[in-house]
């Protein structure tokens, strides 16, 4: 009775402690990945999930859909308003020098006519798409969208951003016992989806040469 005791004595102490630090961990590198992206925040998600799929603790998972969509959502919302800062100062802004550094011309020209044409669905789609949410974020900047109106389309997109990574994350850790193969299964399929449009694009470029 008494090695039962001290096993679970021992054990959730240590879920606790991780749960205490992960979650804020994670809260914090998706907001700052949302500001700064060059943070795989995919990635992030999904070995969160994995994490979450080998502890008994519960709502684990769901803890780490709503920080990741909150996490998102804020990070958006921040770099939006600081977008918009820039669009209203003679001068610009840093920021909003980084973001139109990270949307190419073709890209832009492909999210405003697609934004025109489409309006906030374009906005929900753009965070699934790898690369896809900076140009169309760009595209609401230069068509002087209000905070509101990017927020009403940002909202769904940042929920349906955090249950894809975290469905990726699921199914990585359901298919390896260990938690660190789940994790670098994950990471492997984060990666496979992100430069998979990339590579499509590549080659119907040389088809058509």
């Not at 840093?94 to 374009?122: C, F, M, S, T």
Request: aromatic share 8%; net charge positive.
């Amino acid at each position: 009775m008494r090695p039962v005791l001290a096993v679970a004595v021992t054990t959730v102490p240590t879920v606790a402690t991780q749960q205490a630090l992960g979650y804020p961990s994670l809260f914090l590198l998706v907001l700052i990945g949302a500001l700064v992206p060059v943070i795989p925040t995919g990635a992030l998600v999904s070995s969160a999930a994995v994490v979450a799929v080998h502890q008994a603790a519960p709502f684990s998972m769901l803890l780490v859909f709503l920080v990741s969509a909150l996490a998102a959502f804020l990070g958006d919302m921040a770099l939006y308003w600081l977008g918009r800062r820039g669009m209203k100062s003679k001068n610009g802004s840093r920021w909003l020098a980084a973001i139109r550094d990270r949307a190419p011309e073709d890209r832009l020209a492909q999210a405003q006519g697609k934004l025109a044409d489409h309006g906030v669905a374009v906005l929900v789609l753009s965070r699934l798409v790898p690369a896809g949410r900076i140009p169309v974020m760009l595209a609401c900047l230069m068509a002087k969208w209000p905070m509101r109106r990017f927020a009403h389309g940002n909202a769904p997109a940042c929920l349906a951003w955090a249950a894809t990574y975290q469905l990726i994350g699921v199914l990585g850790g359901s298919l390896f016992k260990e938690p660190w193969e789940g994790v670098l299964a994950a990471i492997l399929l984060t990666v496979i989806v992100s430069l998979a449009p990339t590579l499509w694009r590549r080659v119907r470029s040389a088809t058509a040469r």
